[in-house]
């Protein structure tokens, strides 16, 4: 009797919390990541590393927002620069103690690739700007009373246009955010 009574006790106290019925107000966010930037067509694999700040319209942790994302890439003798705002929905799964998000975004901006080669002849660079389109899918585990964002982006399509055609590539990263 004494253990069932505890144990709803236990329930009660991590589904009734204050955190747990309402997003907190911290309306801004800062945050980076990095992981891989796969070729899916015409453009090569690099590491990827990025970063952003951001604001929630409705001033929580959760709803629209709007963000500067930023990010550079590295590998196959090519550096690339990314920088567009960043557009997206953060819809609230879980909360509690362990708040679980889910973000679809969509960023447009530019990109200028740097490429730079060793030759038989010499050296060989150039640089080039590209229209970029990213559309991406985010899950974000909440910690800290969602001070502390810890978010995983399994897909992130990249898209970028150039006049000589688009090259296309897959992003897989993760990352941590602050929220305030």
């Known amino acids: 009797m004494t253990r069932t009574f505890a144990l709803c006790l236990l329930l009660a106290s991590l589904s009734a919390g ?4 309402q997003a907190t107000e911290r309306p801004f966010f800062v945050g980076g990541g990095a992981g891989a930037a796969l070729e899916l067509d015409r453009y090569p694999t690099q590491f990827k590393i990025v970063e952003e700040i951001g604001w929630h319209f409705l001033g929580t942790t959760d ?4 963000a500067l994302l930023l990010g550079q890439s590295f ?3 090519l550096f690339t620069f990314q920088a567009a705002p960043r557009f997206g929905w953060d819809i609230s799964l879980v909360r509690g103690d362990v708040g679980v998000m889910l973000a679809p975004s ?6 200028l690739a740097h490429v730079a080669v060793n030759t038989a002849f010499g050296r060989a660079s150039g640089t080039e700007a590209f229209f970029d389109l990213q559309g991406a899918l985010e899950l974000r585990l909440l910690l800290l009373d969602e001070q502390l964002g810890v978010f995983f982006r399994p897909l992130v399509i990249d898209v970028l246009v150039h006049e000589n055609g688009a090259a296309v590539r897959y992003d897989a990263l993760a990352g941590a955010a602050y929220h305030f």
């Open 63 to 66: 709803g629209p927002f709007v």
């Open 18 to 21: 204050p955190a747990s019925a």
């Open 106 to 111: 969509v960023a447009v901006g530019v990109a």
């Open 75 to 77: 590998g196959n003798d």
